[in-house]
C-alpha cells in the first residue's frame, strides 16, 4: 500500500446485484438493484505528467500505461473499462493530468455481478477528486456507462454504474430508468439471506447477443409506435397492443417485447411485496422473471436453468433467477440462513455430476456505493 499523501487518495468501489428488474434498464422499465460487499479498491496520485497515466491490477502482470493525448481502445479485456473511462473524461473536461493507480478487486469476474462497473466507477470518482475536476455522482455513472458504450461496445443501460455509485447499506434502488428517479427500499430479509450461486461458466456470447436483444427491443418498439402513433417507449406499450400486433412483430421480436412489458410491471408489484414484507410473494415474482429470461428473452443457459430448477425443489427457497446479462454468471438466491450449507453442498455435488465444473458461491448484504476511504 502507498503511503497517503496530499496527492494520493483511496477509494472503494462495490460491484451490484439485482433483486428484480433485468434486461429492462435500457427498455424505459424498473429495475432493483443494491451495491455489494464485494469492492475494487483504488489507490490513485498524481504523477506530476501531463498525461501518462499507469494502472497496475494486482493479479495482473501487465500494467495498462496510457497516454491521454492518444487514448484507443486496448486488447486486455480491463484495460477497455479503463481507458474507455479516460476517454470519457477527457472528452468532457480538459483538468484531467498524469496519475498511477493500483488497484485490488475482491468482486468476481464474469459473475453477472459487474466488476466492471465497480472498476468504471471506482476510476471516475477517484480522478474526480484527484483532479477536482467537479463532476456530480449522475455524471460520474454516465462516465462509466458511456465508456462501455464506447470503448467496450457493450451497449448497456444505467443500472450497475447507478447501483456501484449510490448504493446504500441495508437498501435497494428502486430506480425508474425513464426518468431516472429513485428511491432507496429498505432491505429485511432475516431470517433469509441473499446467496450467490456462481455457474462458473460465462459463454462470451454476452457482448453480441445483448447488443441484439437491445436492436430487437428497438425494432418491436418502432413498429407498435408507428401503428398506434404512442410515445416511444415501452412504458406506453400494453400487452394488449403486442398481442393485436403479433404477426407483425413476428415470434422472437414478440417474445422479446413481451417480456420487457411483463417485467416492467412485475417489478412494480414486487415492490409492493417488498414494502408489505412479503418474501414469499417477492420470491414468486424472481421465479417468474427467469422463466420470462429464459423461454422469452432466451438470456439464460442450461447452467443457470440447472440451479433455478434445483432451487425450486428447496422448500427453504423463496426465490431465484439468473443476474445481470446472462449466458453465465450466478444466480442470487433468496434463502433461509439455516439452509445454506445444505442446499450448498447439494448443489456443489448435483452441478459438479452434470456439468463437470464446481460452482462457487457467496452470500453478500447490500452496501454503500462508492467511496472516498482515505484522503
Ligand atoms: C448488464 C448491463 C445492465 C443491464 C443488465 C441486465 O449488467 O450492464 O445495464 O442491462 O445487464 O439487466
Redesign the pocket.
Known amino acids: 500500500m502507498i503511503e497517503a499523501n496530499g496527492n494520493q487518495l483511496i477509494v472503494r468501489s462495490p460491484g451490484r446485484i439485482?433483486l428484480i428488474g433485468?434486461?429492462?434498464?435500457?427498455n424505459d422499465g424498473f429495475?432493483l438493484p443494491a451495491a455489494i460487499d464485494k469492492s475494487i479498491t483504488m489507490t490513485l496520485r498524481k504523477n506530476g505528467s501531463k498525461s501518462r497515466c499507469t494502472i497496475k491490477s494486482k493479479g495482473f502482470d501487465s500494467v495498462l500505461v496510457a497516454d491521454l493525448y492518444s487514448l484507443k481502445p486496448g486488447t486486455e479485456g480491463w484495460h477497455n473499462y479503463a481507458l474507455g473511462v479516460l476517454h470519457e473524461i477527457q472528452v468532457l473536461n480538459p483538468g484531467l493530468k498524469g496519475f498511477d493507480c493500483e488497484m485490488e478487486s475482491n468482486v468476481p469476474v464474469g459473475s453477472?455481478v459487474?466488476s466492471s462497473a465497480a472498476l468504471e466507477c471506482g476510476l471516475a470518482f477517484g480522478l474526480n477528486e484527484l483532479f477536482e475536476l467537479g463532476f456530480d455522482k449522475l455524471e460520474l455513472i454516465k462516465i462509466g456507462q458511456n465508456a462501455?458504450h464506447n470503448f467496450v461496445g457493450?451497449k448497456?443501460?444505467?443500472?450497475?454504474q447507478f447501483a456501484s455509485v449510490m448504493g446504500k447499506e441495508n437498501h435497494a434502488i428502486l430506480l425508474d430508468c425513464q426518468s431516472l428517479d429513485f428511491e432507496y427500499i429498505p432491505i429485511k430479509l432475516e431470517p433469509y439471506r441473499l446467496l450467490m450461486l456462481n455457474t462458473n461458466v460465462s459463454h462470451n456470447l454476452s457482448t453480441g447477443e445483448?447488443n441484439i436483444r437491445r436492436e430487437q427491443c428497438e425494432e418491436g418498439l418502432e413498429l407498435l409506435v408507428k401503428k398506434y402513433g404512442i410515445e416511444s417507449s415501452f412504458r406506453d406499450v400494453s400487452m394488449k397492443k403486442l398481442d393485436e400486433s403479433k404477426k407483425e412483430l413476428g415470434p422472437i421480436i414478440y417474445d422479446r417485447c413481451s417480456y420487457v412489458v411483463e417485467e416492467i410491471k412485475r417489478v412494480q408489484e414486487a415492490v409492493v411485496a417488498l414494502k408489505n414484507d412479503n418474501l414469499g410473494l417477492f420470491g414468486r415474482f424472481m421465479f417468474e422473471t427467469h422463466r420470462g429470461l429464459s423461454k422469452k428473452y432466451e438470456v439464460s443457459c442450461p447452467e443457470l436453468d440447472f440451479l433455478v430448477e434445483l432451487a425450486k425443489t428447496e422448500p427453504q427457497i423463496l426465490g431465484a433467477r439468473m443476474m445481470?446479462?446472462g449466458f453465465g454468471g450466478c444466480t442470487l438466491n433468496i434463502i433461509h440462513k439455516k439452509s445454506i450449507d445444505h442446499f450448498v453442498n447439494k448443489v456443489s455435488v448435483a452441478y459438479k455430476d452434470k456439468f463437470g465444473i464446481d460452482p462457487s458461491y457467496f452470500v453478500t448484504v447490500p452496501s454503500d456505493g462508492t467511496y472516498l476511504i482515505k484522503e
Request: hydrophobic share 20%.
Open positions: 439485482n433485468e434486461h429492462v434498464d435500457y429495475v453477472g459487474s462501455e457493450t448497456c443501460g444505467i443500472m450497475d445483448y445481470g446479462g
